[in-house]
């Protein structure tokens, strides 16, 4: 068990049994629903190739990314990705122009605790715009033809099979 969740959050009673969709205390009857969080990756292509990110924190710092993120309340999956790529990459891309491909399960873990994501997978052109990175996040950026892509470099299970997915389509 997640030391984080020993104790129920709205009476402090130990927590006998807490699974990845739900906690229930025995003791004030608190059920609480572990939800799946939302995040995005955006496929982003310039002729042949796709833009890939180079992780610069853990998880899988130093292994490639597609630029994207978590989800915030209230905030639709196309703006998650015009955000990110924002904040990422320093570029804009109206919203209109991220088309949505495939989704993915994912497991993420950070700092000790994991969390079940849906990775939302969009493409987008990648607009004729200077890159300036989010140098906190990204070691760097790579443009990787699509026939040199090495899938094994590519940090997480979900992101994988989106590109693995998206280079069959091709065919």
């Known amino acids: ?5 020993k104790f129920c959050p709205n009476c402090g009673h130990a927590i006998n049994h807490f699974d990845f969709r739900k906690m229930t205390c025995n003791n004030c009857d608190l059920v609480y629903y572990q939800n799946v969080a939302a995040a995005v990756a955006v496929i982003l292509i310039r002729e042949d190739k796709i833009l890939f990110t180079v992780r610069n924190k853990e998880p899988k710092k130093g292994m490639l990314d597609l630029a994207g993120g978590f989800t915030d309340p209230d905030e639709s999956a196309e703006r998650t990705c015009q955000r990110e790529i924002e904040e990422e990459l320093g570029i804009t891309i109206p919203i209109e122009k991220f088309n949505y491909f495939i989704s993915q399960p994912n497991d993420y873990e950070y700092k000790g605790i994991p969390y079940k994501t849906c990775d939302l997978a969009f493409i987008a052109d990648f607009p004729d715009e200077d890159i300036i990175l989010e140098k906190e996040e990204i070691a760097a ?6 026939k040199d892509i090495n899938l094994s470099d590519i940090g997480f299970d979900s992101l994988r099979k989106v590109v693995e997915t998206y280079i069959n389509s091709l065919k």
């Open 141 to 146: 950026v790579k443009w990787i033809a699509i």
């Open 1 to 5: 068990m997640i030391k984080s969740f």
